[in-house]
């Protein structure tokens, strides 16, 4: 099982970036999937979550800016970030976790048992 994470960059503040997540050994159809982030000398936070019949939902620092969304057929998870600050500069990591329900959510790191390596993502002018 490997999830491979990619897409962060250096931008502006402001800027936007797409964070990819793809993954292999599993089917993202049966799990549920989250990003999460961890800032120089802070503990990994949440950032968003998905569960697998569609449904999202976002920490309140980052919602109506980041947008997580998934797809089935090509196998990966996506994080969509728009209006990035200082403040959101962070390695960033996406997360599975395997359910049977299609409503489940989890937004607590030691609910995923899969997790990507990270990608960093720097916002500054």
């Known amino acids: 099982v490997q999830l491979q994470a990619s897409g962060g960059g250096l931008v502006q503040p402001g800027g936007s970036l797409r964070l990819s997540c793809a993954a292999s050994?599993?089917?993202?159809?049966?799990?549920?999937v989250g990003w999460f982030r961890q800032a120089p000398g802070k503990e990994r936070e949440y950032v968003a979550a998905?569960?697998?019949?569609?449904?999202?939902i976002h920490a309140d620092s980052v919602k109506g800016r980041f947008t997580i969304s998934r797809d089935n057929a090509k196998n990966a998870v996506f994080l969509r970030l728009n209006s990035l600050k200082p403040e959101d500069t962070a390695v960033y990591y996406c997360?599975?976790?395997?359910?049977?329900?299609?409503?489940?959510?989890?937004?607590?790191?030691?609910?995923?048992?899969?997790w990507g390596q990270g990608t960093l993502v720097t916002v500054s002018s």
């Open positions: 050994g599993l089917a993202v159809s049966s799990y549920a």
């Open positions: 997360a599975a976790e395997w359910t049977g329900g299609s409503d489940t959510y989890y937004n607590t790191a030691a609910s995923y048992t899969h």
């Open positions: 998905a569960n697998r019949g569609g449904g999202a």
